[in-house]
Structure formats: C-alpha cells, structure tokens
T-cell receptor
Framework: AQSVSQHNHHVILSEAASLELGCNYS??????LFWYVQYPGQHLQLLLK??????LVKGIKGFEAEFIKSKFSFNLRKPSVQWSDTAEYFC??????????????FGQGTILTVHP | NAGVTQTPKFRILKIGQSMTLQCTQD?????MYWYRQDPGMGLKLIYY???????DKGEVPNGYNVSRSTTEDFPLRLELAAPSQTSVYFC?????????????FGEGSRLTVL
C-alpha cells in the first residue's frame, strides 16, 4: 500500500522567510502528486499538482513544488512567506494504476504559522 | 456557489448513539468521498461513491455506512458511536476519479463521542 510522509508537523516562520515543506511517498509505480492547503476555518483546496513533464511545478499564490523521482519526494517551496500563508498543508498521492487506482492518499499534514 | 455542503459542523454524541452526517454537492459530480482527519494522521478515506447507487469501502470503513440515492447527496451514518470515531469528517466530490486531484471539499464536521 502506498503511504505519504510529511516530516514536519508544525513549522513557524517570520514573514519574508523562505519555506520548504517535505513530502515523501512510498510507491514504486506511476503516481500523480498534489499539495492541498487548508486555511483557518476554510475547506481544503488544491494548491498545485504534478502529473508528468517538468518536475518543477508552480501553483497558486507563489508556491512551487519539485518532484524528485529518485528520492520519492515532492517538496513544497515558497521563496518568501506572508502572514496569510498561515494554514495547514497536505501532500497527497494517487496511483495512476494498481489496486489503489484513483484514490488519494494524504500525508499527515504540516501546520504553518507565519508571524508578521 | 455552494459547492460541497456538510451538516452539522459540530456534534457531540454519547457512546452508542447514532447519527448521520449530511453531504450535498451542487456541481453534478459523479464521484463523492468521505474522509476523516485525526491530528497528526492526515486524511483517511472512509467510503467513496462513483455514482448514484454505487458505493465502496475506503481505508477505514468499520463503524460507518453510506448510501448514494442521488447524484447530489452522500450521507455518512454512524450506527453505534464509539470514542474512536471522534474526528473531523470531510466530504468531497470530483468530476472524475481523484487522478487529477481536483477534489472539492466541504468545510468539515467535527464530531466528539463521549
């Protein structure tokens, strides 16, 4: 079975600091990768996604993520965070084939707190 | 733009009670999902449905039941509430299977079982 691991449970930064949130998955086959964000009091929404092609993908609000296949990683980055980025971030993976076809597996989530 | 609507937002149950979490979407999506979110555990899939009349188990289905009589509605039922079911529950929908990641989530229902 596939699994997703987010290494940091809670990250605290000051505004303008750079952000990198780690995500590793365990599955040897073809996967599609996603980052979701949940702002306080709001529902989860898609931040960015990777299917194939350029391993560096850009999402909304200045976020980007890099897929490194050899490391089974899909880390989320932002060069300069803002107070409004305070939220919980979830990495998610879906098999493009196999018995778990089409079902998203989520990581544990990382809470990001940005101090003004 | 209602999207995915869940009710109730909060509920406290006693052990052994039953209840239904309601979920409605107005996007005409075929696929609907129920997840539970526990602190530090991420989201776990409980049940999903690929269309009216068709449901299937996810990763953690024990203690829950679902039905899908219409495209819009996907209620989740807890028959005999247990403390282990204390969690935040999210309903989601998508136009296709989750391969493209475009799941639309409700705002969640926080359930406490005492």
């Amino acid at each position: 079975a596939q699994s997703v691991s987010q290494h940091n449970h809670h990250v605290i930064l000051s505004e303008a600091a750079s952000l990198e949130l780690g995500c590793n998955y365990s599955y040897g086959g073809t996967v599609n990768l996603f980052w979701y964000v949940q702002y306080p009091g709001q529902h989860l929404q898609l931040l960015l996604k990777y299917f194939s092609g350029d391993p560096l993908v850009k999402g909304i609000k200045g976020f980007e993520a890099e897929f490194i296949k050899s490391k089974f990683s899909f880390n989320l980055r932002k060069p300069s965070v803002q107070w409004s980025d305070t939220a919980e971030y979830f990495c998610a993976v879906v098999n493009a084939g196999g018995t778990s076809y089409g079902k998203l597996t989520f990581g544990q989530g990382t809470i990001l707190t940005v101090h003004p | 733009n209602a999207g995915v609507t869940q009710t109730p937002k909060f509920r406290i149950l006693k052990i052994g009670q039953s209840m239904t979490l309601q979920c409605t979407q107005d996007m005409n999506h075929n696929y609907m999902y129920w997840y539970r979110q526990d602190p530090g555990m991420g989201l776990k899939l409980i049940y999903y449905s690929v269309g009216a009349g068709i449901t299937d188990k996810g990763e953690v289905p024990n203690g829950y039941n679902v039905s899908r009589s219409t495209t819009e509605d996907f209620p989740l039922r807890l028959e005999l509430a247990a403390p282990s079911q204390t969690s935040v529950y999210f309903c989601a929908s998508s136009a296709g299977l989750a391969l493209d990641g475009e799941l639309f989530f409700g705002e969640g229902s926080r359930l406490t079982v005492l």
